[in-house]
Structures are given as C-alpha cells and as structure tokens.
C-alpha cells in the first residue's frame, strides 16, 4: 500500500465515506456487458447451484440445478448457461477492421468489438475457471456424452479466465477489483471484497454515511453473498430442506402423484429462494457498472481494449478447429507465459501512471518523477560535437519537488512518450525550496535540424518527467519445447493425454 492510498484510508475512515484514488477509470466498460452471477453448493468442488445471467439489467436468465451432485442436472445447467454465453460471444464476429502491421507493409484484421463479462467479485473470476476446466474435456460421444455446446462453452470459459490474468484486460472483470482500484474505504481489503459493503461505501443512500451503509450490507437478509458462496444460515435453513426434499420426490419416482408434486412444489420454492439470493447481487453489479461508466477514460485505455479484441479475434478462429486448452503448461509454455504476464504488469503500471496524475504523485513522493514548469527554452540547439551535426533543445524546468536523479539520467515525459531528456544539470540553492533541472531533449522532433512546431515545450509549460517508461523491451530467450532442460522434467512425451489426464473434474 503506497503512502497515499494510507491516506485516503484514513480520510475514509475518519469521514465515513470512500475516497478517490484515481482521476479516470483505467479500465474497459462495455457498452453491453454480460453480468454473470453465480452460486455454488457449499463443500462441493465447483458444484453448480445456479446463477443469473444476462447482457443489460432487464434481461436475466436464472438457472437452476435443484440437485447440484446430480451429474445429469450439472451438464444440463452448463448446456442451458452455453445458450446464453455462447450467443453472447459469438454476436461479436461481425465486424471486422483492417490494423496495418510490419510498418504498414502487411495487413491483418481484428473485430471492432469484443465481449466483456462481469462477475461479483475474484471467487466469481474461480468458478468461470473450474467451470470452464470441468467442462472443455468432456466428450460428446461415447460413454456419458453431453451436448455439443457443453466443452466449447468450457474452452471459451477458460479462455476468458486466462485473460483475466493479463494485467490491464478488460474481458473478465471482478466488480469489486474494479472498483477498489478507483475507490478505497475505512475498511480492510476483506470487508471490501462484499460488493454490497463496497458500494455502501462508494454511494451511500441519503442520510446514511458510507460507515453505515456498509454495515447495512453485511446483514445477510439485507444483501446476501455475491457468490458463488452462500450464506450458511441460508443454506441450513431454506436451501437444505428444499434440495432434501427433492431428492426424496426423486427417489420415490415419479409414478407417484403426491411425491412428484412435493418435488415440483419443492422446486419451484428452490427457484424463488435461489432468485431472492441473487437478485440483490444483480441489482449491486449494474450499480457497479454505472458508477464506473460515469468515470472518464483513462488516454490508453482503448489501446489495452484493443489488446483485448486482438485476443478474442484469435481465438475465435482458433475454437472452431483447434484443440482444448491443455490441463497444465508445460515448462517452456509457464516461463513464456510468465514472461508475458510480468511485462504486461509492467507496462500497465506505466500507463496508469502516464494517463492519472494521482497514480503519478505516489512516484513524486518516491524520487521517480517530478512535476514543474519550464522557465527557459532552447528549441534551436545543435549538437556538432559528433560526425554530423544532430538538434538537441535543451530546456530548464524549476520544481518543487524533491529531485533525487542525477545528471545522465533519463526521463520521458507523458505528454510526449517518444521523446527522451537526459538531465544535464541538477542545480538547488542552499536555503531554497526549488530545483531547477537542465535536460536536453532528444527524439521526436522529426529528422531535421528544425525541431517540428510544439515538439519542443515552451516557456511556462507545465511538464511532468519520470524515469519509468513503457518504452519496447525485447522478448525473453527460451528453449524449444522439445529442448526443455532435464531440470524442468526434460522434453515432454508427444501423443494425447491419457484419460486420468482427461478425466471429468465432477465425478
């Protein structure tokens, strides 16, 4: 937690209402996210109870699953959630746009849009995983087969939890992450991971503070758990004796008139009580997405969305005919992936820091950056020290902030990302509160020995320098996979996987 994040902390805490930690939203919001909410039996492994699920607040789809340990009924509610979210995916091959590539000289083409799906909170980022993983191997002939929909619905499930992963992806988002990153409360990280706490926090009703709104959230029959767990006096008290009486009706048969109408009785009870559960989580995430909405856009948050579409472009040509993702990586593929994944935190938190002055302070406060205004501009200066002669301006910037760099060392500013200022001088008078910075400017400025009108900044333009970049950094060096090291378990055995290694997650 940085220094100033504490402080908005404790400002929360001592106001009783959340605090901004942001000046923009730094992540996607699409124009039509899917919403997914899901419940799972307690001390079941990913054991389906139900969910709402739907692409605009007035169109839910509740399923249910009155027997979660029935396998018939689990591959039947993951049959019935494809219908849904495979229409959804599959509304975004439309159409497509043209991206130049190897400086213009190619062309390839990605969708203009791409699905986005919000869950409650990162539990509801786990089930889409073990979902996806429980569903992407089944087979859809043979012994126990299930509809065709069911492992196609699993590798997109899948997929979408690998991408959830990439610093900066929008596609599977976490209401509650997304809001603690613009927001902090009085309360722990713990208590925040309530979405109903967490927006009791953000947006109290009227004549509640923000304290005590989210202590109104925490009472289950206020707002009960956005899943997928459930609230256990909810599960001893209502949904135990409803599942039981199920089973009971099933076991008898249904030749049996009175049995089969407890069950269907019991049933539809089930499904009003699974709703009442749901139905305020539903509410909690719409509110969620208008509260971001009315946040402005971070500058490079449509370039991450763009990342994002490219995906989703290729992997929508790859699931049509491609194989189901493995159940492990291999050695090769988890330091690729692990290689992609800490430069992509990298550079996501550059950008937030480029696009948002308040995530730019916390480097301010540590010596990484500096905040001031040019007082002095030399726009015509030519380096002729070298074989030829190159332009490099050079200007002064007084600051108040404390410079802890040296001469040599080299900045970017935001407001100019391609251009690079190696400080010349560090200059601060005994007694004085202001330094004043020399840097001569290289780059972005065209080829001449002109500098291109407004590339060089002018006197009384207020610059922000920094020494972190999201500057391009070559890719890692690794082994072919036929080549892995004997210390990583050597080359892997080709050929499918056996099936223990295919083997159902449900059974």
Known sequence: MSALVALARARAAATGRAQRITTVRHVHIADRPLVFVPLALAGEANAPLGCLVGPAYDEPTLLVVPQPRN????????????????????????????????????????????????????????????????????????????????????????????????????????????????????????????????????????????????????????CPPAGPATD???????????????????TVGAGDGPAHAQGLRATAELTDALHGQLEPTWRAMWDAVT???????????????ADDRDAYSDYAVYVDGGHPQSRRDGAVAAAQRLHRLEKALT??????????????????????????????????????????PVLRPRIQVVTADPVRLTPGTVLISPSRPAQKARICFVTTAPGESKTEVVLELSGGMGRSLTAAPGSVPEVGERLCYTTITDGFSPPGTFPAREATPWTHGGPPVDGAPSDAEAAEDWS
């Open 347 to 388: 550079s996501y938190a550059v950008q937030r820091a480029y696009d948002d002055p308040l995530v730019m302070a916390e480097y301010r406060l540590t010596g990484e950056a500096f905040v001031g205004e040019v007082t002095l501009a030399d726009a015509k200066r030519v380096d002729d020290s070298g074989k030829r």
């Open 291 to 305: 509260l971001l909405r009315e946040l402005p856009a971070g500058a490079r948050v449509a370039g991450r969305w």
């Open 232 to 250: 256990p006096t909810f599960d001893n008290d209502v949904l135990a004796p409803l599942v039981r009486a199920i089973r009971d009706a099933e």
């Open 71 to 222: 396998r018939d009924q689990r591959f039947a509610f993951a049959d019935s959630l494809a219908a849904v979210m495979l229409t959804y995916l599959d509304s975004f091959r439309g159409a497509a746009e043209a991206v130049p590539t190897d400086r213009g000289r190619d062309v390839r083409y990605r969708f203009v849009d791409a699905p986005q799906v919000l869950v409650p909170n990162p539990a509801g980022i786990g089930f889409v995983r073990l979902l996806g993983r429980s569903t992407r191997f089944r087979r859809t002939d043979g012994d126990y087969p299930v509809p065709m929909s069911v492992p196609l619905l699993g590798r997109w499930l899948t997929f979408l939890a690998d991408r959830a992963e990439m610093p900066g992806s929008s596609m599977l988002i976490a209401a509650t992450d997304a809001l603690s990153a613009h927001w902090v409360t009085g309360q722990s990280a713990l208590e925040d991971a309530h979405l109903g706490s967490l927006l009791g926090w953000i947006s109290p009703p009227p004549g509640r503070t923000g304290a005590q709104a989210g202590r109104d959230a925490e009472d289950p029959a206020v």
